[in-house]
């Protein structure tokens, strides 16, 4: 058992900051500034306080405390998990090696880089999230967001006491960018492309966190399975909250898509819109679109950045250890998805080639997350068969609407049938969500912070928060 944090100090931690007055300077005087960056970019809506979870210790039973908080004094800590003394490294040219605890000179700038990508995702969603407050559909949604929005702060933090304990001065100049970049921002964007789409609506912010946080979990595997050992021990421990938005996303879905089933039983049409529901075929717009962008998260089907990563130990695979192979990869190959050009008539088609394994490693992750995906698209397709009707959703083709990797230069439908630039432009609309869709979407969006209260479009949830009722008063306004 270990000793739960100091809530006194002003930055709780299990990594004896204390013992590191520089660090602990150093981060002292990030702290105003996160906490100026949370006060312009992070939830708009006033509240008094929040029903949350803190995370205050790495215990297996026990890692959290709840309460009601003032979001203005939540406290950001950074935590570990417990460290391993016999661990090894499992993967790469380094393989059973003992792992590091100091940053090798030579994966200085990859490792610098990996970790300022991971940092940049957690502001970003918050920014992107500011102002669902405003238009929450019930009390108990209202204290998941917050709940979400909050430990994605505490995951920024995570990423800052790694840049600012490994990386001196260059690792402090991160820290400060990452609160200088901004979600959509023209001059400063973030850096991956699905943080700078909007999240304007609900139905968006459940697409998010069942889509791209996804992507955080398999990317959070593979950087748990990290050589450097207080990356992999920051992110076993940042996988442990990052359950609970995977959560929000799966059963906030599961919730809208109950209420579109039931309204169209009750009323025996496919039209809900008219009684207040999200129709079926908005909803698999918006999972074509979210889909899409956080396939683009994993990178390019091939890609030497990731052989280099994985041969140097700075990122394995999801679950490296129970992976039946050498470790190594060096001899080994993987059918990617690519654009085949067929030799004597140029004639392009989509198709898979064969490459070496270590270079097909984005598309060994993006295939697990894929796997993943679709056992929502199951659930969601049982809600609708055991409410009698025929209709399904499902997964677009890994073609459609990509920007990044073997896909970005070409248009596919849903179906992966390739199609030109122009039949895409005139097309788009049946798979995206159009501005008439979004506007419906958005026209929904009315508050519900009535205690016990749900708004029309989505069903309530099955289960409360922390063992209490959905009734619960988990906010109280400001
Ligand atoms: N948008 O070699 P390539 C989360 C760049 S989400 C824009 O094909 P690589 C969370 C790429 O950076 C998880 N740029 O790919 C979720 C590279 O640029 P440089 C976040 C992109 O490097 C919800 C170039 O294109 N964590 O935690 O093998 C809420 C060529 O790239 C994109 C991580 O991603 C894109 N989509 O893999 C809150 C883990 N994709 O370096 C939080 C850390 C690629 O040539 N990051 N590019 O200038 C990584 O492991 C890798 O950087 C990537 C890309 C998987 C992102």
Redesign the pocket.
Same mark, same amino acid.
């Given at each position: 058992m270990t000793t739960p944090a100091d809530y006194s100090e002003k930055i709780p931690n299990n990594v004896s900051l204390h013992e590191d007055r520089r660090l602990q300077r150093a981060l002292e005087s990030w702290q105003p500034d996160f906490l100026t960056w949370w006060d312009a970019m992070g939830p708009a809506l006033p509240t008094r306080d929040v029903y949350l979870r803190t995370a205050i210790s790495v215990d297996r039973e026990g890692w959290a405390q709840w309460d009601f908080v003032p979001m203005r004094d939540y406290r950001w800590g950074i935590f570990l998990a417990e460290r391993d003394p016999g661990r090894v490294i499992g993967f790469g040219e380094h393989k059973g090696e003992p792992v590091w605890h100091q940053v090798p000179g030579e994966y200085r700038s990859d490792l610098r880089?990996?970790l300022v %990508? @991971?940092g940049d *995702? /957690?502001p970003a &969603?918050v920014e992107q999230q500011r102002f669902l407050g405003a238009t929450a559909p019930s009390l108990y949604d209202l204290r998941n967001l917050f709940q979400v929005n909050v430990e /994605?702060g505490r995951?920024l933090w995570a990423m800052v006491y790694l840049l600012q304990a490994y990386f001196g001065r260059d690792g402090r100049d991160e820290a400060d960018e990452l609160l200088r970049r901004s979600s959509g921002s023209l001059e400063s964007p973030r850096? #991956? +492309?699905?943080f700078n789409e909007e999240t304007p609506d609900w139905l968006s912010f459940y697409m998010f966190t069942y889509f *791209? =946080?996804r =992507? $955080?979990k398999y @990317? #959070?595997g593979t950087?748990k399975e990290s050589a450097f050992d207080p990356l992999s021990r920051t992110c076993e421990f940042m996988l442990k909250e990052e359950a609970h938005h995977m959560m929000v996303g799966t059963t906030g879905i599961d919730r809208v898509v109950e209420r579109a089933a039931q309204v169209m039983v009750e009323n025996d049409t496919d039209d809900v819109a008219g009684h207040g529901a999200i129709p079926l075929p908005v909803i698999q717009k918006y999972v074509n679109f979210h889909y899409s962008v956080s396939l =683009? #998260?994993? $990178? +390019?089907e091939t &890609? *030497?950045? %990731?052989a280099n990563?994985f041969t140097a130990g700075l990122?394995g695979r999801w679950l490296e250890d129970r992976r039946r192979d050498d470790h190594k990869l060096t001899d080994d190959s993987i059918m990617v998805d690519a654009v085949i050009v067929d030799a004597r008539t140029g004639e392009q088609s989509i198709g898979q080639t064969e490459v070496a394994a270590l270079t097909g490693l984005?598309t060994d992750l993006r295939r697990e997350y894929i796997a993943d995906c679709q056992s929502g698209v199951n659930r969601w397709n049982k809600l609708l068969e055991s409410a009698g009707l025929p209709h399904r959703l499902r997964l677009p083709h890994s073609a459609f609407n990509r920007k %990044? $990797?073997a896909f970005a230069a070409i248009e596919a439908t849903p179906d992966g049938e390739r199609i030109s630039a122009d039949e895409w432009q005139r097309r788009r609309g049946e798979w995206l969500p159009t501005d008439v869709d979004k506007t419906y979407v958005r026209s929904l969006m009315r508050p519900v912070h009535e205690r016990g209260k749900i708004a029309a479009w989505i069903a309530p949830p099955r289960h409360g928060i922390n063992g209490n009722p959905f009734d619960y008063e988990y906010v109280h306004l400001g």
């Open positions: 880089r990996l %990508v @991971q *995702t /957690e &969603s /994605e995951h850096i #991956l +492309g699905a *791209t =946080d =992507d $955080g @990317q #959070l950087l =683009d #998260l994993f $990178g +390019g &890609s *030497t950045n %990731v990563y990122k984005n %990044v $990797g």
